[in-house]
């Protein structure tokens, strides 16, 4: 089906470790995101990515790294995770079109880091 | 001042009875606004999309925009316990599409 998914699901990491967590859109949209969603912090963006090879950082980048060689995918790999980065991870894309700034949301990816 | 301003609620309602949820915002170069419907441990889904003023119905669904007193509403006419989810509601601007604004979100519970 059409869409934007995300993978894993669910992740559990240990402090120090490197993790990534992938995002896939069938959309062809140029546009597309990562942000975090947290308890009294709302939905946050990390980063951005206006179209293949080109990222730009968000509200809160830190100990965050984008890549995007290919359209359809936006992996966010986290460097050496810390316990501040446990939260939900949504990523989302956005056509660029007229009228047409629609954001569109993956399931999201619950991660917690031990 | 946070850009956007939404009641986190919670709102309880009982089932049938319509439902008004709001933000109010404050760059008036705000002109696509979307409703979005969060359920439990699930990503945000898209419920309503409007640019600029006015009205639009989706169903049980109206998003209503009123650009001059800077205020979005969203109403729900019948409602469900399926509706038992958070509301957000977000917002941008033309050529400014790297920047989505949000609202924290109001919790709705619809009890049978």
């Known amino acids: 089906d059409a869409g934007i998914t995300q993978s894993p699901r669910y992740k559990i990491t240990e402090t120090g470790r490197q993790v990534t967590l992938m995002c896939h859109q069938t959309?062809?949209?140029?546009?597309m995101f990562w942000y975090r969603q947290d308890l009294g912090h709302g939905l946050r963006l990390i980063y951005y990515s206006a179209a293949a090879d080109i990222t730009d950082k968000g509200e809160v980048p830190d100990g965050y790294v984008v890549s995007r060689s290919k359209t359809e995918n936006f992996p966010l790999t986290l460097e050496s995770a810390t316990r501040s980065q446990t939260s939900v991870y949504f990523c989302?894309?956005?056509?660029?079109?007229?009228?047409?700034?629609?954001?569109?949301f993956g399931s999201g990816t619950q991660l917690s880091v031990l | 001042q946070k850009e956007v301003e939404q009641d986190p609620g919670p709102l309880s309602v009982p089932e049938g009875a319509i439902v008004s949820l709001n933000c109010t915002y404050s760059?008036?170069?705000?002109?696509?606004f979307m409703w979005y419907r969060q359920y439990s441990r699930k990503g945000p889904e898209l419920l309503m999309y409007?640019?600029?003023?006015g009205n639009k119905e989706d169903g049980r669904f109206t998003a209503q925009v009123d650009k001059s007193s800077k205020y979005i509403s969203l109403f729900i006419r019948d409602s469900q316990p399926s509706d038992s989810a958070t509301y957000l509601c977000?917002?941008?601007?033309?050529?400014?599409?790297?920047?989505?604004?949000f609202g924290s979100g109001t919790k709705l519970n619809v009890k049978p």
């Open positions: 977000a917002m941008t601007y033309g050529n400014n599409f790297n920047k989505f604004y």
């Open positions: 409007t640019y600029s003023s």
């Open positions: 760059n008036s170069a705000f002109q696509y």
């Open positions: 989302a894309s956005s056509g660029l079109g007229a009228r047409d700034e629609k954001l569109f």
């Open positions: 959309w062809s949209h140029s546009y």
